[in-house]
């Protein structure tokens, strides 16, 4: 077993909190129940039960803190335990040091050289991440606006908030690095979003990418961005499909459709529709004709139905008398 962790910060301002992120990891041929234990100079801050990790299985989690409230420097360690027959004993350690202080210290930096140019800071660009997603997406995309806009099947993605889309396509624009956001640096990778913060994110036309810094001799190497790009989502829906699920006439079934004998002047008539094609508009027209075809009477009625819903309609008629009438629904999209 192995533990090891990282903190938001290692030098923080009175009064601070400090996040830790820890992995877990079984190198053990065994299950074994495990707990790690966080302290802060011998004092217990947390224990965290992991329960039973398999062989070769790796758990991650994290936590936050508040900071001591006295200057100073302090040991954040981590220790893991494995339990046999209930019997507890110590795994591995991890530990690292945490500075508190008053005021932030501002950075030290060697004076230059008299007469030597200031010393350019070497940092990843936007450039550089540009390259790095269309490299990612290289045998990915179905096909590019350009050299480095690649366009990607994202169908499966967006059916899980719009179960009713037949196909969904994103373009991610990188040509114009000027267009190209980014935020951090951050000392571990930022969580996943959501697949409903991404789709609403693509809907706003931005694609939110997590990307580290890898280029040798940069400062911020090593470290986590979010880079955010400029992109296009098109989306193709089903067409709507109208079912007539049943026919009511004052309250007693005419199934879909027939003839129905009244002894009142007043008649209501409920149809019941399913929506089993894609969200759009559904038209019932509703007619009444007497055995005779001396009278008839239509209605219409249009709603905006989603995929797989079912809505009841209502139709009132005044008949000009008791008798035999045919009633006829009809339903279209």
């Not at 179960?163 to 640096?185: C, E, F, H, M, W």
């Not at 239509?298 to 009132?316: I, Q």
């Amino acid at each position: 077993m192995t533990i090891s962790f990282t903190l938001s910060s290692t030098t923080v301002k009175i009064p601070a909190f400090v996040t830790v992120k820890y992995t877990l990891t079984n190198n053990r041929t065994k299950p074994y129940p495990f707990k790690i234990k966080f302290t802060v100079d011998g004092i217990k801050e947390k224990t965290i039960d992991k329960g039973t990790v398999d062989p070769g299985e790796t758990k991650t989690g994290s936590f936050s803190f508040v900071a001591p409230k006295t200057p100073g420097t302090y040991t954040v360690k981590a220790v893991s335990y494995y339990f046999i027959n209930g019997r507890q004993y110590t795994d591995d350690t991890d530990s690292h040091t945490l500075r508190v202080v008053e005021e932030a210290p501002p950075e030290e930096e060697a004076p230059p050289e008299e007469g030597a140019p200031p010393e350019e800071e070497v940092k990843c660009t936007k450039e550089e991440f540009r390259n790095s997603m269309v490299s990612t997406y290289r045998d990915k995309a179905i096909g590019w606006y350009n050299s480095y806009s690649p366009i990607l099947n994202v169908t499966s993605t967006v059916r899980q908030i719009y179960p009713d889309v037949t196909k969904a396509t994103l373009t991610i624009y990188g040509s114009n690095l000027s267009a190209i956001r980014v935020q951090g640096p951050y000392d571990y990778m930022p969580p996943a979003l959501t697949t409903e913060t991404k789709v609403s994110n693509w809907e706003k036309g931005e694609e939110w990418e997590r990307q580290r810094c890898m280029k040798t001799g940069a400062k911020d190497y090593g470290k986590y961005y979010w880079v955010i790009y400029p992109c296009k989502l098109e989306i193709k829906r089903a067409e709507p499909k109208a079912d007539i699920q049943y026919i009511k006439v004052n309250g007693e079934s005419v199934g879909k459709g027939g003839s129905k004998t009244v002894s009142k002047a007043d008649i209501t008539i409920d149809v019941g529709v399913k929506n089993t094609g894609g969200k759009g508009d559904i038209t019932v027209s509703m007619s009444a004709e007497s055995s005779d075809l001396s009278w008839g009477k239509g209605d219409t009625k249009t709603v905006s139905m989603d995929a797989g819903e079912t809505r009841k309609l209502t139709f009132s008629v005044s008949l000009p008398k008791p008798d035999t009438y045919k009633i006829i629904i009809r339903a279209r999209h």
